[in-house]
């Protein structure tokens, strides 16, 4: 079945060290953007790619980077996490900003 | 930016009522979406609807676009329906689908 991946599904940090997150997708959508949400909220866009332009929302930090180095993966870097960074960070695809299909999360904890 | 507010944002039913869920957003947009948030956290779409109604099952939406307002119909709703709700909506302008999400809907259905 086509999908949206997003490994790992729990990620433990420390305090101001670097971490990764992935995201697949074998949809073959054009579009692929990266949410935060934390608890009780809805989801808040970070940034997105269409095609390879990069598109960050103006009040996105400086401590979120994103790299996207095919149509089928994108990785979400954050630089130095503090603990207000603990939140669930959600993958999603389009085909040209059609209907959005979201992976699973990844559910990010700072300690 | 664009306003999008849901009510109710707490919703109780029993298993086989009936209920509607309302967004009612604060300009014009070029794309609506309903998504139901399960209690694992998996967004899933529901309905691509920037106007006029559609039917999915126990499930419909109603978008009237010129009295910026959506509707989600739930009817016998089951227990599996529990979760939280989000429209979510993208502005005329700027880059394709950068969706702004709603306030969300929490439904429980009991037995």
């Known amino acids: 079945d086509a999908m949206v991946i997003q490994n790992p599904r729990y990620q433990v940090t420390q305090f101001g060290k670097p971490v990764t997150l992935s995201c697949s997708q074998t949809?073959?959508?054009?579009?692929m953007y990266w949410y935060q949400q934390k608890s009780s909220q809805a989801p808040k866009l970070l940034f997105h790619y269409y095609d390879k332009d990069f598109n960050n929302e103006a009040d996105t930090p400086d401590n979120f980077q994103s790299r996207r180095p095919n149509t089928s993966f994108c990785f979400l870097d954050i630089r130095s996490p503090g603990l207000g960074d603990a939140a669930m960070y959600l993958c999603a695809t389009s085909r040209d900003g059609g209907t959005e299909f979201f992976g699973p999360g990844t559910r990010l904890t700072v300690l | 930016g664009i306003q999008v507010e849901q009510s109710p944002p707490d919703l109780i039913l029993q298993e086989g009522a009936n209920s509607t869920l309302r967004c009612n957003f604060s300009?014009?947009?070029?794309?609506l979406q309903w998504f139901h948030q399960n209690p694992w956290g998996q967004l899933i779409n529901l309905f691509y609807i920037p106007s006029g109604t559609k039917q999915n099952g126990r499930l419909s939406a109603t978008t009237v676009a010129t009295e910026r307002y959506s509707l989600l119909y739930i009817s016998s709703s089951q227990t599996t329906d529990s979760g939280v709700y989000f429209c979510a909506v993208e502005p005329p302008t700027g880059t394709a689908s950068k969706l702004t999400f709603g306030t969300g809907t929490r439904l429980q259905v009991t037995l």
């Open positions: 949809l073959n959508h054009n579009v």
């Open positions: 300009d014009s947009v070029n794309n």
